[in-house]
């Protein structure tokens, strides 16, 4: 029997929002694909905002001062008690990154780490994350199928002079292609099955 590939989602805090709503609708892609899908929340909120297929796993209670190390020791004890799943998504804030790259270096893992901002580019330098994987997001393939509306959806992509690689994932099927300034621009799917 083949096991199942196992994409986690590792997000800081969450409620009901936008970022919220599109790991869900992911979540439920790729979970219709074969693989298995797992959030970890690094602060627990109180409430539950996945779909009842997702796993849902939260590791500190909510306090109002963010213990850094506290973060790193949590997801330290999950990875080593419940495993690292095969892709890692770190979502929303910029230390997310850096928190799941030093514990995956700590504990000797090595697997495909992603950066899924929430944020500005400036936000991810000013913490120190450098040569990571850049994605944004458009809703629909018409949102940069247009010229006008892909300008406004890619301006800090073309206009920052950084090392970061830059990605923009679109909604579909799309087959990768890249412009004049190096900006990948790919389908969904694709992108995560590594195409």
Same mark, same amino acid.
């Given at each position: 029997?083949?096991?199942? %590939? ?23 892609? #790729? ?26 796993? =939260?590791?500190?209670?909510? %306090? ?39 514990? #995956?270096?700590?504990? /000797?893992?090595? =697997? ?6 929430? /944020?500005?580019?400036? !936000? ?17 393939? !018409?949102?940069?199928? %247009? ?18 690689? %830059?990605?923009?994932? #679109? ?8 412009? !004049? ?11 995560? #099955?590594?195409?």
């Amino acid at each position: 029997m083949i096991e199942k %590939k196992t994409i986690d989602f590792c997000i800081a805090m969450a409620w009901q929002g936008g970022i919220e709503n599109v790991i869900n609708l992911v979540g439920e892609h #790729l979970l219709r694909k074969g693989f298995r899908v797992r959030v970890i929340q690094m602060i627990d909120r109180g409430m539950r905002w996945t779909t009842p297929e997702i796993e849902f796993h =939260c590791l500190n209670a909510w %306090k109002t001062e963010i213990d850094w190390d506290a973060l790193m020791e949590s997801y330290r004890c999950f990875a080593e008690e419940q495993g690292v799943g095969d892709l890692l998504f770190a979502v929303g804030w910029p230390a997310m990154t850096l928190i799941l790259r030093e514990v #995956l270096n700590e504990i /000797g893992v090595s =697997c495909p780490l992603i950066g899924w901002p929430h /944020g500005t580019l400036s !936000e991810y330098e000013k913490d120190g994350v450098k040569h990571q994987v850049i994605i944004m997001t458009a809703t629909k393939w !018409e949102a940069v199928s %247009k010229d006008e509306k892909k300008q406004q959806e890619t301006f800090s992509l073309h206009h920052t002079r950084d090392s970061f690689r %830059k990605i923009v994932v #679109l909604d579909g099927n799309a087959s990768p292609w890249t412009d !004049e300034d190096g900006v990948m621009y790919m389908g969904v799917i694709p992108f995560l #099955l590594g195409k």
